[in-house]
């Protein structure tokens, strides 16, 4: 039966790449690096009931356990390449490795990506998927590296996905004028858009970058602690989606992009000179780059409120997170 599973993701994830020598079906996958690149590497794990809620359709589960991966390659600026997929079901349900596998190679095909290879066990739902990408040497971006100074930017919207998991959550599915609204924000929870083409564009721009899967200000706080500085940041520069703050009030919209997370956008840092340059360019890859905030001498992220003073633990929307 695991044989039958196997089978049924390889004919469903071919992608043709000269670089897979070997994929699926031998002991081990067999990949040629292309000659003048480092390979960058990465694994996340997404468990039932921890990471998803219980009854997401699994075309959702395939699509975001790829993306929450293809995001962390993202905020180093490489380009995906190859796959690994873990699968751990309590039993050999067919119907949700096909719905998996849908969701999974909707996004790998976008991106190129190649499933090459994996593990099949029986157990609580589990799915473990570890990428493999291309950067130039040296041109990886990371967390290091911020300085004093630099420009804090993050790209599209933040908060939408801890909105998203909220309105699971909390409303009842009735129909109203604001439907559409909760659309948008679940789709964010369950369909992240990994930002690739503006982290390769960061490439040799940004001095530090995270993508933001924990929070804004956890995910910023990591770039502080790695790069020795400190950051302040703006509550109302933060860029909030129209559906957010349609459903929820400002105090409220400002605690999901703050500290929710999930949104997979990246978080980055910028020499002021070249600001408007690489706003003008990840506006143009779709997504657009909002300044929020700058590097300081220091440690850890501080954040300025509507009032104009700093948000001290117990300000509405910094509660839960301190
Ligand atoms: P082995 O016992 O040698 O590890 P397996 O029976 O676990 O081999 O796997 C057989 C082949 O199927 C291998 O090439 C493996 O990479 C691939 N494979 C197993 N499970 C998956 C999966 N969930 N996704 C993709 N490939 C898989
Ligand atoms: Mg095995």
Redesign the pocket.
């Known amino acids: 039966m695991e044989f039958d599973l196997?089978e049924l993701?390889r004919q469903r994830t071919v992608q043709a790449r000269d670089d897979v020598r070997l994929g699926?079906?031998?002991?081990a996958?067999v990949l040629a690096v292309p000659a003048g690149q480092e390979l960058a590497v990465a694994i996340d794990t997404l468990v039932e009931g921890v990471h998803f809620p219980r009854g997401t359709d699994p075309a959702d589960i395939g699509w975001k356990a790829l993306a929450v991966n293809l995001s962390d390659l993202a905020a180093m600026g490489a380009t995906p390449a190859w796959a690994l997929?873990g699968?751990t079901l309590p039993q050999a349900d067919r119907a949700f490795v096909e719905g998996f596998v849908d969701g999974f190679s909707r996004l790998a095909a976008v991106h190129r990506l190649a499933?090459v290879?994996?593990?099949?066990t029986r157990g609580p739902l589990t799915v473990s998927v570890a990428v493999h990408g291309f950067v130039p040497p040296g041109k990886a971006l990371t967390r290091a590296g911020a300085r004093v100074g630099d420009a804090v930017l993050v790209t599209g919207t933040l908060g939408d996905a801890a909105a998203g998991l909220n309105v699971l959550q909390q409303w009842r599915r009735e129909e109203d004028d604001r439907g559409q609204l909760r659309d948008y924000l679940v789709e964010r929870l369950n369909r992240p858009t990994p930002r690739l083409a503006a982290g390769v564009a960061l490439r040799g721009q940004a001095h530090a970058c995270v993508d933001v899967s924990d929070g804004l200000l956890a995910d910023l706080g990591h770039i502080c602690a790695a790069s020795g500085v400190g950051a302040e940041i703006d509550a109302a520069l933060l860029p909030r989606s129209s559906a957010l703050l349609g459903l929820y009030d400002d105090a409220t919209a400002l605690h999901f992009a703050l500290g929710g997370g999930d949104d997979y956008e990246l978080c980055f840092c910028v020499p002021p000179d070249r600001l408007s340059q690489v706003q003008a360019d990840l506006s143009r890859l779709g997504c657009g780059a909002t300044r929020i905030g700058r590097i300081v001498a220091g440690t850890g992220v501080r954040v300025r409120g509507h009032d104009g003073g700093w948000m001290e633990p117990g300000t509405p929307g910094w509660e839960h997170f301190a």
Not at 24 to 27: A, F, L, Q, S
Not at 117 to 120: A, E, I, L, N, P
């Open positions: 196997i993701i699926i079906g031998d002991d996958a997929l699968l499933l290879g994996g593990d099949t």
